[in-house]
């Protein structure tokens, strides 16, 4: 985990754990480079247990956001949808 767990709630009040994930890049495929990505949780549980510098294993949904920033420009992230999390 690269960053903070933070916890948010959506405007219908759920819970939703926040926090960064680095992703190393893969030895067998050279297209595949290291990047970071914003995992999800939803639910107050995960946050007891979880803290910057953990390693952990997360299996869920993998997904694109895209938005227009400030001054038109294009920028996009991938975000996990957890099902699930192992603290290693």
Request: aromatic share 4%; net charge positive; proline share 7%.
């Amino acid at each position: 985990m690269t960053s903070v767990p933070r916890t948010r709630r959506t405007p219908a009040g759920t819970a939703v754990l926040e926090f960064r994930l680095r992703v190393p890049p893969s030895p067998s495929d050279p297209a595949v480079s290291g990047c970071s990505v914003a995992v999800l949780v939803l639910g107050d549980a995960a946050a007891t247990s979880l803290a910057e510098g953990n390693e952990v294993e997360v299996e869920g949904s993998l997904a694109e956001r895209r938005w227009r920033g400030s001054g038109g420009v294009q920028q996009s992230r991938y975000e996990i949808l957890a099902r699930t999390i192992r603290v290693m």
